[in-house]
């Protein structure tokens, strides 16, 4: 059986709301008003709390990226390479990360430590380590990935937005200068290189080879 069909009336508009000139001008006399409101304010110093703080405030809109919201502490930020106590890198170039990487986007270049250092024919080192950040998305999988936390997402900054597509695409250099949120470039855990009693692994001095 069909249903009743509803007319529904359609809404009068007078010639002053057809035209919209009237709520052209009335609006532009709002953002005026604001307009000149803010900058009486910025050039009094007069400046309300709601503008200064407005997340305190409880307002969600904030002027970025004068304003930041807070990062949460887990926040997957540009890369950086943790340092060692002796400043070399903690990376031992063992391609964990770029096997993970699911953009491709990590090119290592493994080396050798040179003849009488500890770690030569144990562990390697990145000769050449690269990102490619702008093909980077950020999924942290390398980080999870690396078993010597040796590459972090803690830094809590974005890329920066270059102009050139070159300068998005980060070395070692830069990767090992980079410093966390809390300005360091180390790591939180302790490494014991080989030959340190605390080593908790196998190495020459106390493996047995
Ligand atoms: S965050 Fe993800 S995409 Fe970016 S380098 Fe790491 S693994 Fe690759
Ligand atoms: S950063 Fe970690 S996972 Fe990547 S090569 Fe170095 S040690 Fe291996």
Same mark, same amino acid.
Not at 160 to 177: G, I, N, P, R
């Given at each position: 059986m069909p249903g009743k069909t509803k007319v529904l009336k359609k809404p009068s508009r007078t010639i002053s709301d057809q035209s919209y000139v009237v709520e052209v001008m009335k609006g532009l006399g709002v953002t005026l008003k604001h307009f000149f409101q803010g900058t009486a304010q910025?050039?009094? @110093?007069?400046?309300?709390?709601?503008?200064? +703080?407005? =997340?305190?405030?409880?307002?969600a809109t904030i002027s970025y990226p004068e304003q930041k919201r807070p *990062?949460?502490? %887990?926040? &997957?930020?540009?890369? %950086? =390479?943790? !340092?060692r106590d002796d400043g070399s890198? %903690?990376?031992?170039?063992?391609?964990?990360?770029?096997? #993970?990487?699911? #953009?491709?986007?990590?090119?290592?270049?493994? @080396?050798?430590y040179p003849e009488g250092d500890a770690r030569r024919g144990y562990e390697r080192y990145p000769v050449e380590f690269v990102i490619d950040e702008l093909r980077c998305i950020f999924c942290g999988?390398?980080?999870?990935?690396?078993?010597? /936390?040796?590459?972090r997402m803690d830094t809590?900054?974005?890329?920066? #937005?270059?102009?050139?597509?070159?300068?998005?695409? *980060? /070395?070692?250099?830069? =990767?090992?200068?980079?410093?966390?949120?809390?300005?360091?470039? +180390?790591?939180? +855990?302790? %490494?014991?290189?080989? @030959?340190?009693?605390? !080593?908790?692994?196998?190495? &020459? =001095? !106390?493996?047995? !080879?």
């Amino acid at each position: 059986m069909p249903g009743k069909t509803k007319v529904l009336k359609k809404p009068s508009r007078t010639i002053s709301d057809q035209s919209y000139v009237v709520e052209v001008m009335k609006g532009l006399g709002v953002t005026l008003k604001h307009f000149f409101q803010g900058t009486a304010q910025m050039v009094s @110093g007069n400046v309300p709390d709601a503008v200064k +703080n407005p =997340l305190a405030e409880g307002i969600a809109t904030i002027s970025y990226p004068e304003q930041k919201r807070p *990062y949460a502490e %887990r926040w &997957r930020g540009v890369h %950086r =390479l943790t !340092h060692r106590d002796d400043g070399s890198p %903690r990376c031992v170039a063992c391609l964990c990360c770029s096997t #993970a990487c699911p #953009a491709q986007c990590i090119y290592i270049k493994p @080396g050798e430590y040179p003849e009488g250092d500890a770690r030569r024919g144990y562990e390697r080192y990145p000769v050449e380590f690269v990102i490619d950040e702008l093909r980077c998305i950020f999924c942290g999988f390398c980080v999870e990935a690396c078993p010597c /936390d040796a590459i972090r997402m803690d830094t809590g900054v974005h890329v920066t #937005a270059f102009e050139v597509k070159s300068d998005f695409v *980060y /070395d070692k250099d830069k =990767l090992m200068s980079i410093v966390s949120q809390h300005g360091t470039q +180390n790591s939180e +855990n302790t %490494r014991h290189e080989p @030959g340190d009693a605390g !080593h908790p692994g196998i190495d &020459r =001095l !106390h493996g047995g !080879h």
